[in-house]
Nanobody, 115 residues
Framework: QVQLVESGGGLVQSGGSLRLSCAAS????????MGWYRQAPGKQRELVSS???????DYADSVKGRFTISRDTAKNTMYLQMNSLKPEDTAVYYC?????????WGQGTQVTVSS
């Protein structure tokens, strides 16, 4: 059974940085797709970034140039480095993993950016 646990959220001032981690346990394939969604109050869940394997990455236009996704397959951990944070980045961030036609989700971690 695959489980995902996020960490690294918190409160930061505008312009600051945070690094989110998503630790996966269970049978993880290195070619699986992983990524991050976020959901702000009153808004739909938004895809922030995704990674296939360790090098194929994609980003929402709103975070390009500020966020960097990466993955350490040896540790089964994915990261989201978030720089130049803005108040509009405030949301609950969820990591996901897709493999073998199944999707797995973490419990979410709150990111709050104060102005």
């Amino acid at each position: 059974q695959v489980q995902l646990v996020e960490s690294g959220g918190g409160l930061v001032q505008s312009g600051g940085s945070l690094r989110l981690s998503c630790a996966a346990s269970g049978a993880i394939f290195s070619i699986s797709s992983m990524g991050w969604y976020r959901q702000a109050p009153g808004k739909q869940r938004e895809l922030v970034s995704s990674i296939i394997g360790t090098s194929r990455t994609d980003y929402a236009d709103s975070v390009k140039g500020r966020f960097t996704i990466s993955r350490d397959t040896a540790k089964n951990t994915m990261y989201l480095q978030m720089n130049s944070l803005k108040p509009e980045d405030t949301a609950v961030y969820y990591c996901y993993l897709n493999q073998a036609l199944k999707s797995y989700w973490g419990q979410g971690t709150q990111v709050t950016v104060s102005s």
